[in-house]
């Protein structure tokens, strides 16, 4: 079953779901742009590791994965305590699963199978790229030693909160846009000049172009398509449940849209 939405989906905005998102679009996008690639270039995926101080921004609620498997027996001694082996009347705790200071976030690199050259860094930004702190930090670094090398960077974000890595266009008014994702084209012979295609919540994500190395052509990506497997493989029309409120911000016109579009499919169910 496809996602209620024709382009991003934003209960997959959750963080609590996006990791899995994450990796996916990530291994889907590999594996559109290989047949394409071969046999001069090649996808592969990496692996970068943030360390950030738990923060609710960033992290979803500590997750029960046990609960107590009887309550406690609540007795009043008439005598001095005394020690026992007896299990029937030790408490049982909570267990509960703990976020990890360590994050681990994929990305590609498209590289020249000859000499293992770096061409293009492809990444999806994670909400620890867009919130302030160490993780993000440690991100722009990085973008910054992308730019100041001989390779194209892209950046795909589809998450509508946090700060922004990608410089937001502005139109003939000085204002930006209507959108809720970015995605950013930074070609490695054109450094004075981004390509940023904005996406409103209700458009189909974009086929954009992917720079190699000149000569060599551009190879274009249908992003709505990495998403839709995605969503399909990944159960998520299973998972989610749509009559509960939406798990990140929208605007005003984005949650009436969103209502709107919902109800619809509703009375066609």
Not at 1 to 27: K, N, Y
Not at 123 to 150: D, W
Not at 212 to 226: G, M, Y
Request: proline share 10%.
């Amino acid at each position: 079953m496809p996602s209620p939405f024709p382009g991003m989906d934003p209960w997959l905005e959750d963080p609590a779901r996006w990791p899995g998102v994450h990796q996916a679009l990530i291994t889907y996008l590999r594996d559109a742009m290989q047949p394409h690639l071969r046999p001069r270039y090649a996808a592969t995926i990496g692996e970068r590791i943030y360390v950030a101080a738990h923060h609710r921004s960033l992290y979803p609620d500590v997750m029960v994965v046990q609960q107590p498997l009887k309550e406690a027996t609540v007795e009043y001694a008439t005598e001095a305590p005394s020690i026992s082996h007896d299990d029937d009347d030790v408490a049982e705790p909570w267990i509960i699963s703990l976020p990890s200071d360590e994050m681990r976030v994929p990305y590609i690199e498209i590289v020249r199978t000859d000499t293992g050259e770096v061409v293009t860094v492809i990444e999806l930004l994670s909400p620890i790229n867009k919130a302030e702190g160490a993780g993000r930090e440690q991100y722009l670094k990085k973008q910054a030693e992308v730019l100041q090398s001989q390779a194209n960077l892209v950046e795909i974000d589809l998450l509508g909160a946090g700060l922004r890595t990608i410089p937001t266009p502005l139109d003939a008014t000085g204002r930006p846009p209507r959108h809720r994702y970015l995605i950013g084209v930074y070609r490695a012979t054109d450094r004075d000049h981004v390509a940023v295609y904005p996406i409103r919540l209700d458009q189909r994500l974009p086929r954009f172009r992917i720079p190699l190395r000149p000569p060599d052509r551009d190879i274009v990506v249908d992003l709505q398509a990495a998403f839709d497997r995605c969503y399909d493989n990944g159960a998520y029309a299973d998972l989610v449940n749509y009559a509960q409120p939406v798990p990140v911000a929208l605007s005003t016109e984005e949650a009436a849209w969103v209502q709107a579009r919902l109800a619809a499919r509703a009375e066609k169910a």
